[in-house]
C-alpha cells in the first residue's frame, strides 16, 4: 500500500491550498480516509476524515467551516481543501486509511499513512 501526500507549501495567512493523496495497492473505495497534522513537538492530530462512499465526513471542530475533505473513487485520490489558512494551521500534513466502515479520529485507528506534505502559514 502506497499514500502519495501532495500539495503543501507556503501561503500567507488567509489564503488557501489544496493537499492531495495518490492510493495505490488497497481497494481504495473500501477505505475509509483521513486527513492528520504533526507539528514540531507535538502528537498527530485529527483533521478531516471521509466515508467509503463520500457521503460522509466529519471534522475537527478548529477547521470545520474552512476545511473540506473529499475523494475520488475512480482516480483512487483523496483531497482536503483548506481556505481562510491561520498560522496554527502550520504543520505536516498526513494522509491516512482503513478498512474501517464509519470514519474515525485518532490515529491509532488507521493502519496505512502517507509521508507527509509540509503545510506552512505565515502571519
Known amino acids: 500500500v502506497q499514500l502519495q501526500a501532495s500539495g503543501g507549501g507556503l501561503v500567507q495567512a488567509g489564503g488557501s491550498l489544496r493537499l492531495s493523496c495518490a492510493a495505490s495497492g488497497l481497494s481504495f473505495r473500501h477505505h475509509v480516509m483521513g486527513w492528520f497534522r504533526q507539528a514540531p513537538g507535538k502528537e498527530r492530530e485529527f483533521r478531516a476524515a471521509i466515508s467509503w462512499s463520500g457521503s460522509n465526513a466529519v471534522y475537527a471542530d478548529s477547521v470545520k467551516g474552512r476545511f473540506t475533505i473529499s475523494r475520488d473513487n475512480v482516480k483512487n485520490m483523496l483531497y482536503l481543501q483548506m481556505n481562510s489558512l491561520k498560522p496554527e494551521d502550520t504543520a505536516v500534513y498526513y494522509c491516512?486509511?482503513?478498512?474501517?466502515?464509519?470514519?474515525?479520529?485518532?490515529?491509532?485507528?488507521?493502519?496505512?499513512w502517507g509521508q507527509g506534505t509540509q503545510v506552512t502559514v505565515s502571519s
Open positions: 491516512a486509511a482503513d478498512p474501517r466502515l464509519i470514519p474515525g479520529d485518532k490515529p491509532n485507528e488507521y493502519t496505512y
